[in-house]
T-cell receptor
Framework: NAGVTQTPKFQVLKTGQSMTLQCAQD?????MSWYRQDPGMGLRLIHY???????DQGEVPNGYNVSRSTTEDFPLRLLSAAPSQTSVYFC?????????????FGPGTRLTVL | DQQVKQNSPSLSVQEGRISILNCDYT??????FLWYKKYPAEGPTFLIS?????DKNEDGRFTVFLNKSAKHLSLHIVPSQPGDSAVYFC?????????FGTGTSLTVIP
């Protein structure tokens, strides 16, 4: 049982490049989400999904796309990276997304956009 | 606009003493509050939570207090241990969305 896994751990991009941050969980959780953590800003919700085929925007969705084709995977896509997207990205999952369910976080991906 | 605020970026406490971490929020629609602990280079891990219908929840050395009229919650750690040194985030939920504070870095001095 690996929990929530994220790849890569580190990534450096040039402005305008695209990439996909991978997130997978093996707990059969319906709810998955992406956060970014910036100094002085805490964690901010980017996108979330309450089940396969269903996604919704969080607090800071601009510049990011997501899809949820399977229960296990929830990739985050940057179509044209910008320096403002330099951040640490965390993926999380929980059983249903209800406030009573514990969210489990992955170890994070540190992204630098030059 | 930050809906969940942690105004103390850092806190130092002697081992064995009480650590009190504070959190304020602005949205009266929040229905659940949580505390997470984060070590460097790791993701946050859930610590303790409280429903908006309660004013206190205990789990071992950790107690969370909620004052809805003041829109304030606090986390008490008694007694504090060196392994408690980490960044603590408070969070609040409204429906399926969670809002996090900026974190307080706790250092427990042996």
């Amino acid at each position: 049982n690996a929990g929530v896994t994220q790849t890569p751990k580190f990534q450096v991009l040039k402005t305008g490049q695209s990439m996909t941050l991978q997130c997978a969980q093996d707990m059969n959780h319906e709810y998955m989400s992406w956060y970014r953590q910036d100094p002085g800003m805490g964690l901010r919700l980017i996108h979330y999904s309450v089940g396969a085929g269903i996604t919704d925007q969080g607090e800071v969705p601009n510049g990011y796309n997501v899809s949820r084709s399977t229960t296990e995977d929830f990739p985050l896509r940057l179509l044209s990276a910008a320096p403002s997207q330099t951040s640490v990205y965390f993926c999380a999952s929980s059983r249903t997304g209800e406030w009573t369910d514990t969210q489990y976080f992955g170890p994070g991906t540190r992204l630098t956009v030059l | 606009d930050q809906q969940v605020k942690q105004n103390s970026p850092s806190l130092s406490v002697q081992e064995g003493r009480i650590s009190i971490l504070n959190c304020d929020y602005t949205n009266s629609m929040f229905d659940y509050f949580l505390w997470y602990k984060k070590y460097p280079a790791e993701g946050p891990t859930f610590l303790i939570s409280i429903s908006s219908i309660k004013d206190k929840n205990e789990d071992g050395r950790f107690t969370v207090f909620l004052n809805k009229s003041a829109k304030h919650l606090s986390l008490h750690i008694v007694p504090s241990q060196p392994g408690d040194s980490a960044v603590y985030f408070c969070a609040a939920s409204e429906g399926n969305q969670f809002y996090f504070g900026t974190g307080t870095s706790l250092t427990v001095i042996p």
